[in-house]
C-alpha cells in the first residue's frame, strides 16, 4: 500500500502521465476527430479498425485520457500534501541548517567584507547565528511550486467542470423574432447586421433577455468577442444566415403572406401550380450573351443577391432566376422577391458563473505561482569570516551569481575548502 | 515598406556570415562587425514592425507572415538584451541564424496587410499572441544556448564555469518562456471563451501548445527536482525547438483548426 502511495506521488509517475498525454494528444490531432466510422473506414483502410478499437476518432472523450486527467489530479493533490508538509519542515529549521554548513568558497578578508555589502544591496535579511551569519530573501518563493500544482490542480476540476457540465444550445432567430428556452426564457433578437457603418465585417445583434421570472435585460448589443451574460445564461454571437425573402399575394382576395426562406421549399396556392425555391445565390455573373453564372460563396453581406427555383406549372419545372424586386405572377398568385434578410445564428449557454470565476482565479494562481518558482527564488547565504555558502531548495542561481561576482576574492578552490 | 523589411533580413544575413567568419578565423573585428551590422538588421526590423503596425492601425500580428516576423524579431531582441548582461559572445554564433531562419520562413509568407477578422478584434490580442513571440523566442534562445554547449563540450574550447553559465541560462530561458507560454495557453483559453464560448476546444493549437508546454515542463522537474544538467539536458532543449516550430508553422500549415487565419 505504501509502496503504491509512493508511486502514485512520485515526479516520475507525474511525468509518465504528461508524456501518455501528450501522446494521446498528438493522435488527437494527427487523426481527425469525430468522424462517422465509415469515414474512417473510408479513410484509413487498413487501420481502421485499430483507430475505432483504440478510439482514436474520440480520444480526448476516450476513457483511457479521461482516467488519465484523473490520475493527473490523484498525483499533483498527493504530491502536493507530501510537497507543503516538507516545505514547512524545511522552513522552520533553515536558519539553523544554513549556519552550520561549511564554507565552500573561501573569500580573502576584503572579499568578506565586499560580500555583506554585496548581500546588503540585494536586501537581503541577516540573522546572526553563532560566528556566522545567515542571509536570507524571498522566503514565499519556498512556497512556489506548491502554489503551481495547486493551481494547475484547480485548473484541471474547474476547467472539466467549466467543459462538461454547462447546456449548449446553437438557434437561429430572425430578426423581430424570439427564441424561448425550455424553462420559459425569453430572447428577443431585435435587429442583426453583418458589417459596420465603414463596411467592416462585424456580426453584431441586439438582444433581450427575459427571464421567467419577468426580469428583463437592457437591450444589449451581442457581437463576435462581445458575450452578453444574464441570469443563467450566456449569449455568443456564434454564426450568421441569409434568408430569401418573398412576399406571395392572393390576387383574389388581396390577402399577403410573407416567407422567409432558409431551405427548398414549395409556394403554391392549389398545390399544382407554383414555385419550388431552390436557394438563394449570393453572387452572379452575366455575360454578354446574357448568361447566367452563379456564385455560390462570398465574404459577408451579398453583393448580388439572385433566386433559383422552378416554376411549376402543367406538371413541366422550369427554371428561372429573380433579383430582387422582380415579380412573377401564377394563377391567382403574385410572388414578389425581397431583398434578402440576415440572421444571427446564436450560441445559448446556460452556464454558472461561479464555474468560471474559480477557474480564471486558478489561472492566476497558476500565473502567480510559475512568477514565484522562477523569479523569486530563495535566497540563502551563510557567511563567515573566511567565506560563504550557498543553500536552499534552489541554490545555483545565487553560487553562479556569487561565483562571478566574487572570483577575483577567490582564495582557494571549492574542493579545498570543503 | 518592403524594403525595411528585406534590408533587415539582407543584413541579418550578412551578420550570419561575418558572424561564422569571425569564429572560423578567429577574427575579433569580423565578430564585432558581425555584431554591429546585426544591431542595425534589429532596428531596420523594428521600424518595419512599427511602420506596418501604423499602415495597419493595429498590432502586426495577425496572420502567419506577421507573427513569424514578430517571432524573428523577439529572437533577435533576446539577443540583443543578453548580450552585454552575459558580457560574452558565445550566443550569437547560434542566435543569429536563428534569427535569420525565422525570417527566412517570414519572406516566404504572404506580406499583405489584411483586416483583422471580427473573432481576432479583442483585447486578449495583443496579450495572447505578445506571450506567444516572447514565449517562442526564449525557447528558440534556449534551444541555441543548449546547442552551443553542445558544441563547446565537443570541442572542449570551454571552461567549466562557462559551461555551467551555458547550462544556467539556458534553463533560465526555458523558465522564462514556460512561464509566457502558460500566459498564452491561459490568455487563449480565457479568449476563447469570450469568443468561441469554450474555454478549451481540443483545437490543433490548442493541443500542441499543450503539448508543448507539457514537453518543458518534463524538462523543468528532470532540471530542478532531479537536478538533472549537462549535456542531457542540452541535447533535450535542442530536440524541443523543432516542436516549437511545429506548434508555430506546422499546426497552421498541415492541420485544420479555428487558428488558421492565413
Redesign the interface.
Given at each position: 500500500m505504501k509502496k503504491l502511495f509512493r508511486t502514485l506521488r512520485s515526479m516520475r509517475f507525474g511525468i509518465v502521465l504528461l508524456i501518455l498525454i501528450a501522446a494521446c494528444s498528438v493522435a488527437g490531432t494527427v487523426i481527425p476527430q469525430g468522424r462517422e466510422a465509415a469515414w474512417y473506414v473510408q479513410n484509413y483502410p487498413s487501420v481502421h479498425g485499430a483507430i475505432l478499437a483504440l478510439r482514436l476518432n474520440r480520444v480526448f472523450e476516450s476513457w483511457y485520457f479521461i482516467a488519465l486527467l484523473v490520475l493527473l489530479c490523484l498525483n499533483l493533490s498527493l504530491c502536493s500534501l507530501v510537497r507543503i508538509r516538507a516545505v514547512i519542515r524545511t522552513v522552520r529549521g533553515e536558519t539553523e541548517r544554513a549556519a552550520a554548513m561549511p564554507d565552500t568558497v573561501l573569500l580573502s578578508p576584503e572579499g568578506t567584507e565586499k560580500l555583506r555589502c554585496f548581500l546588503e544591496d540585494m536586501r537581503c535579511s541577516c540573522e546572526a547565528v553563532g560566528e556566522a551569519t545567515v542571509w536570507r530573501k524571498h522566503g514565499f518563493g519556498h512556497y512556489g511550486t506548491f502554489i503551481t500544482h495547486l493551481s494547475i490542480l484547480l485548473t484541471v476540476i474547474f476547467g472539466a467542470l467549466a467543459l462538461y457540465t454547462p447546456t449548449v444550445t446553437d438557434q437561429s432567430c430572425m430578426p423581430g423574432e424570439s427564441i424561448f428556452m425550455p424553462d420559459g426564457t425569453k430572447i428577443r433578437v431585435l435587429d442583426f447586421r453583418i458589417t459596420d457603418e465603414t463596411g467592416r465585417l462585424d456580426y453584431q445583434s441586439h438582444v433581450q433577455v427575459t427571464l421567467p421570472d419577468s426580469r428583463q435585460s437592457e437591450v444589449a448589443e451581442l457581437k463576435v468577442n462581445h458575450p452578453f451574460s444574464f441570469g443563467p445564461y450566456k449569449l455568443f454571437q456564434q454564426t450568421f444566415g441569409t434568408a430569401g425573402s418573398v412576399t406571395v399575394t392572393n390576387l383574389e382576395n388581396g390577402g399577403t403572406d410573407d416567407f422567409l426562406l432558409t431551405e427548398e421549399a414549395y409556394l403554391s396556392a392549389d398545390g399544382v401550380t407554383g414555385i419550388h425555391y431552390e436557394m438563394l445565390y449570393p453572387d452572379f455573373i452575366r455575360d454578354p450573351s446574357g448568361n447566367v453564372t452563379l456564385i455560390t460563396v462570398t465574404e459577408g453581406s451579398y453583393p448580388h443577391p439572385i433566386y433559383r427555383f422552378d416554376v411549376i406549372a402543367g406538371g413541366v419545372f422550369t427554371p428561372t432566376l429573380a433579383e430582387p424586386g422582380d415579380e412573377l405572377e401564377l394563377t391567382g398568385l403574385r410572388f414578389r422577391f425581397n431583398s434578402p434578410v440576415e440572421y444571427p445564428g446564436l450560441r445559448i449557454k446556460h452556464v454558472s458563473s461561479l464555474c468560471n470565476a474559480l477557474l480564471i482565479a486558478s489561472f492566476m494562481l497558476m500565473i502567480a505561482g510559475l512568477t514565484v518558482t522562477f523569479f523569486y527564488e530563495p535566497v540563502l547565504v551563510k557567511t563567515d569570516a573566511d567565506g560563504y555558502a550557498v543553500g536552499g531548495p534552489k541554490p545555483e542561481r545565487m553560487r553562479i551569481e556569487l561565483s562571478e561576482e566574487f572570483r577575483e576574492y577567490e582564495r582557494t578552490s571549492k574542493e579545498e575548502a570543503t | 515598406m518592403k524594403a525595411l523589411f528585406f534590408a533587415a533580413f539582407a543584413l541579418y544575413g550578412v551578420s550570419v556570415i561575418l558572424e561564422f567568419a569571425g569564429t572560423a578565423f578567429k577574427k575579433d573585428r569580423l565578430l564585432k562587425a558581425a555584431w554591429y551590422v546585426f544591431l542595425a538588421a534589429f532596428l531596420l526590423h523594428l521600424g518595419f514592425i512599427v511602420t506596418r503596425g501604423i499602415i495597419a492601425g493595429r498590432l502586426p500580428l495577425s496572420n502567419q507572415f506577421e507573427f513569424a516576423n514578430a517571432f524573428a524579431w523577439g529572437v533577435a531582441l533576446m539577443l540583443v538584451v543578453m548580450r552585454p548582461r552575459l558580457k560574452t559572445d558565445w550566443l550569437s554564433v547560434v542566435a543569429m541564424p536563428a534569427t535569420l531562419l525565422v525570417m527566412t520562413y517570414a519572406a516566404l509568407q504572404p506580406m499583405e496587410i489584411k483586416?483583422l477578422?471580427?473573432?481576432l478584434?479583442?483585447a486578449w490580442f495583443g496579450v495572447h499572441i505578445g506571450s506567444a513571440v516572447v514565449s517562442y523566442a526564449s525557447f528558440v534562445i534556449a534551444g541555441c544556448i543548449a546547442l552551443r554547449y553542445l558544441l563547446s563540450v565537443k570541442k572542449g574550447s570551454a571552461d567549466e564555469?562557462a559551461l555551467?553559465?551555458m547550462d544556467?541560462i539556458s534553463y533560465?530561458m526555458v523558465?522564462?518562456g514556460?512561464?509566457f507560454l502558460?500566459?498564452v495557453i491561459?490568455s487563449g483559453?480565457?479568449?476563447a471563451?469570450?469568443?468561441?464560448?469554450?474555454?478549451?476546444t481540443?483545437d490543433?493549437k490548442e493541443?500542441?501548445a499543450?503539448?508543448t508546454w507539457?514537453?518543458y515542463?518534463?524538462y523543468m522537474?528532470?532540471r530542478?527536482?532531479?537536478k538533472r544538467k549537462g549535456t542531457a539536458m542540452a541535447w533535450f532543449l535542442v530536440i524541443a525547438v523543432p516542436v516549437v516550430f511545429f506548434t508555430f508553422a506546422g499546426?497552421n500549415t498541415l492541420?485544420h483548426g479555428l487558428h488558421t487565419y492565413g
Amino acid at each position: 500500500m505504501k509502496k503504491l502511495f509512493r508511486t502514485l506521488r512520485s515526479m516520475r509517475f507525474g511525468i509518465v502521465l504528461l508524456i501518455l498525454i501528450a501522446a494521446c494528444s498528438v493522435a488527437g490531432t494527427v487523426i481527425p476527430q469525430g468522424r462517422e466510422a465509415a469515414w474512417y473506414v473510408q479513410n484509413y483502410p487498413s487501420v481502421h479498425g485499430a483507430i475505432l478499437a483504440l478510439r482514436l476518432n474520440r480520444v480526448f472523450e476516450s476513457w483511457y485520457f479521461i482516467a488519465l486527467l484523473v490520475l493527473l489530479c490523484l498525483n499533483l493533490s498527493l504530491c502536493s500534501l507530501v510537497r507543503i508538509r516538507a516545505v514547512i519542515r524545511t522552513v522552520r529549521g533553515e536558519t539553523e541548517r544554513a549556519a552550520a554548513m561549511p564554507d565552500t568558497v573561501l573569500l580573502s578578508p576584503e572579499g568578506t567584507e565586499k560580500l555583506r555589502c554585496f548581500l546588503e544591496d540585494m536586501r537581503c535579511s541577516c540573522e546572526a547565528v553563532g560566528e556566522a551569519t545567515v542571509w536570507r530573501k524571498h522566503g514565499f518563493g519556498h512556497y512556489g511550486t506548491f502554489i503551481t500544482h495547486l493551481s494547475i490542480l484547480l485548473t484541471v476540476i474547474f476547467g472539466a467542470l467549466a467543459l462538461y457540465t454547462p447546456t449548449v444550445t446553437d438557434q437561429s432567430c430572425m430578426p423581430g423574432e424570439s427564441i424561448f428556452m425550455p424553462d420559459g426564457t425569453k430572447i428577443r433578437v431585435l435587429d442583426f447586421r453583418i458589417t459596420d457603418e465603414t463596411g467592416r465585417l462585424d456580426y453584431q445583434s441586439h438582444v433581450q433577455v427575459t427571464l421567467p421570472d419577468s426580469r428583463q435585460s437592457e437591450v444589449a448589443e451581442l457581437k463576435v468577442n462581445h458575450p452578453f451574460s444574464f441570469g443563467p445564461y450566456k449569449l455568443f454571437q456564434q454564426t450568421f444566415g441569409t434568408a430569401g425573402s418573398v412576399t406571395v399575394t392572393n390576387l383574389e382576395n388581396g390577402g399577403t403572406d410573407d416567407f422567409l426562406l432558409t431551405e427548398e421549399a414549395y409556394l403554391s396556392a392549389d398545390g399544382v401550380t407554383g414555385i419550388h425555391y431552390e436557394m438563394l445565390y449570393p453572387d452572379f455573373i452575366r455575360d454578354p450573351s446574357g448568361n447566367v453564372t452563379l456564385i455560390t460563396v462570398t465574404e459577408g453581406s451579398y453583393p448580388h443577391p439572385i433566386y433559383r427555383f422552378d416554376v411549376i406549372a402543367g406538371g413541366v419545372f422550369t427554371p428561372t432566376l429573380a433579383e430582387p424586386g422582380d415579380e412573377l405572377e401564377l394563377t391567382g398568385l403574385r410572388f414578389r422577391f425581397n431583398s434578402p434578410v440576415e440572421y444571427p445564428g446564436l450560441r445559448i449557454k446556460h452556464v454558472s458563473s461561479l464555474c468560471n470565476a474559480l477557474l480564471i482565479a486558478s489561472f492566476m494562481l497558476m500565473i502567480a505561482g510559475l512568477t514565484v518558482t522562477f523569479f523569486y527564488e530563495p535566497v540563502l547565504v551563510k557567511t563567515d569570516a573566511d567565506g560563504y555558502a550557498v543553500g536552499g531548495p534552489k541554490p545555483e542561481r545565487m553560487r553562479i551569481e556569487l561565483s562571478e561576482e566574487f572570483r577575483e576574492y577567490e582564495r582557494t578552490s571549492k574542493e579545498e575548502a570543503t | 515598406m518592403k524594403a525595411l523589411f528585406f534590408a533587415a533580413f539582407a543584413l541579418y544575413g550578412v551578420s550570419v556570415i561575418l558572424e561564422f567568419a569571425g569564429t572560423a578565423f578567429k577574427k575579433d573585428r569580423l565578430l564585432k562587425a558581425a555584431w554591429y551590422v546585426f544591431l542595425a538588421a534589429f532596428l531596420l526590423h523594428l521600424g518595419f514592425i512599427v511602420t506596418r503596425g501604423i499602415i495597419a492601425g493595429r498590432l502586426p500580428l495577425s496572420n502567419q507572415f506577421e507573427f513569424a516576423n514578430a517571432f524573428a524579431w523577439g529572437v533577435a531582441l533576446m539577443l540583443v538584451v543578453m548580450r552585454p548582461r552575459l558580457k560574452t559572445d558565445w550566443l550569437s554564433v547560434v542566435a543569429m541564424p536563428a534569427t535569420l531562419l525565422v525570417m527566412t520562413y517570414a519572406a516566404l509568407q504572404p506580406m499583405e496587410i489584411k483586416d483583422l477578422m471580427p473573432a481576432l478584434r479583442s483585447a486578449w490580442f495583443g496579450v495572447h499572441i505578445g506571450s506567444a513571440v516572447v514565449s517562442y523566442a526564449s525557447f528558440v534562445i534556449a534551444g541555441c544556448i543548449a546547442l552551443r554547449y553542445l558544441l563547446s563540450v565537443k570541442k572542449g574550447s570551454a571552461d567549466e564555469r562557462a559551461l555551467a553559465q551555458m547550462d544556467y541560462i539556458s534553463y533560465r530561458m526555458v523558465a522564462f518562456g514556460f512561464l509566457f507560454l502558460t500566459v498564452v495557453i491561459l490568455s487563449g483559453a480565457i479568449w476563447a471563451e469570450q469568443a468561441w464560448s469554450a474555454f478549451w476546444t481540443w483545437d490543433p493549437k490548442e493541443v500542441w501548445a499543450l503539448i508543448t508546454w507539457i514537453i518543458y515542463a518534463v524538462y523543468m522537474h528532470l532540471r530542478l527536482r532531479r537536478k538533472r544538467k549537462g549535456t542531457a539536458m542540452a541535447w533535450f532543449l535542442v530536440i524541443a525547438v523543432p516542436v516549437v516550430f511545429f506548434t508555430f508553422a506546422g499546426v497552421n500549415t498541415l492541420m485544420h483548426g479555428l487558428h488558421t487565419y492565413g
